[in-house]
């Protein structure tokens, strides 16, 4: 499905990052080391990247790897693209500084667990992981998403996952995005930072 989706000539969710990264820019630090997960065409782990951080970029669609290098080509920056299916993924134990994932909300409850387990344990003692993505308000708008409930986060479903962590920030909010034709329009949004127990 998601090959389908990303082999076109434009970039479905656009080139600019999330206006959730630009925000909090200040967490990205040069040197740092981040996994971006299902990072589609780029845009995010692009942005990292132009910020020092030194990136690997989880995608399964080979079109929307082709389409993030070209991409990091035209900012000058390197990415490392890896192509891997995130439900099926060999996570890492304690590698990195950032774990990252946005508007990664393409299964349910039970891949959720799985992908959120999976980025907590690559993520270092002390590093962050940054959650960004739908509250249920927005399948009353239908402006981006998947359009099921259960793929869709709350401030206390996302305290529960990450229960025993330091919640720098969890908020929901409304909010008009224009980030390509996928995420268009007035959005329901939450964002969720958090420190790992050192």
Same mark, same amino acid.
């Given at each position: 499905?998601?090959?389908?989706?990303?082999?076109?000539?434009?970039?479905?969710? @656009?080139?600019?990052? !999330?206006?959730?990264?630009?925000?909090? $820019?200040?967490?990205?630090?040069?040197?740092?080391?981040?996994?971006? +997960? =299902?990072?589609g065409?780029?845009?995010?782990?692009?942005?990292?990247?132009t910020?020092?951080?030194?990136? #690997? !970029?989880?995608?399964? $669609? /080979?079109? $929307?790897? =082709?389409?993030?290098?070209?991409?990091?080509?035209?900012?000058?920056? #390197? +990415?490392?693209?890896?192509? $891997?299916?995130?439900l #099926?993924?060999?996570?890492?134990?304690g590698?990195?500084?950032?774990? +990252? !994932?946005?508007?990664i909300q393409?299964?349910? /409850?039970? @891949?959720?667990k799985?992908?959120?387990?999976? +980025?907590?344990?690559? #993520?270092?003692?002390?590093?962050?992981? &940054?959650?960004?993505?739908?509250t249920?308000?927005q399948?009353?708008? @239908?402006?981006g998403?998947? @359009?099921?409930?259960?793929?869709?986060?709350?401030?206390? &479903?996302?305290?529960?996952?990450?229960?025993?962590?330091?919640?720098?920030?969890?908020?929901?909010?409304?909010?008009?995005?224009?980030?390509?034709?996928?995420?268009?329009?007035?959005?329901?949004?939450?964002?969720?930072?958090?420190?790992?127990? !050192?």
């Amino acid at each position: 499905m998601w090959e389908k989706r990303f082999s076109t000539p434009d970039y479905l969710f @656009g080139k600019e990052p !999330a206006t959730f990264l630009r925000t909090h $820019a200040k967490y990205l630090q040069k040197g740092q080391n981040a996994l971006s +997960v =299902a990072d589609g065409e780029g845009r995010n782990s692009v942005f990292m990247a132009t910020q020092g951080v030194d990136v #690997t !970029a989880l995608e399964f $669609a /080979p079109s $929307a790897i =082709a389409k993030a290098r070209k991409l990091a080509m035209e900012h000058a920056v #390197t +990415v490392n693209f890896t192509k $891997a299916d995130v439900l #099926t993924y060999d996570w890492p134990d304690g590698e990195y500084d950032l774990g +990252v !994932a946005i508007f990664i909300q393409f299964v349910g /409850p039970e @891949g959720r667990k799985q992908i959120f387990d999976g +980025v907590a344990r690559a #993520t270092k003692p002390g590093g962050l992981v &940054m959650l960004h993505g739908y509250t249920p308000q927005q399948i009353e708008f @239908g402006t981006g998403g998947p @359009g099921k409930v259960e793929n869709l986060y709350t401030d206390a &479903m996302l305290r529960e996952d990450f229960a025993g962590w330091e919640i720098l920030e969890c908020r929901e909010y409304i909010r008009d995005i224009q980030e390509g034709a996928g995420h268009s329009g007035q959005s329901a949004l939450i964002d969720f930072i958090a420190r790992k127990p !050192a």
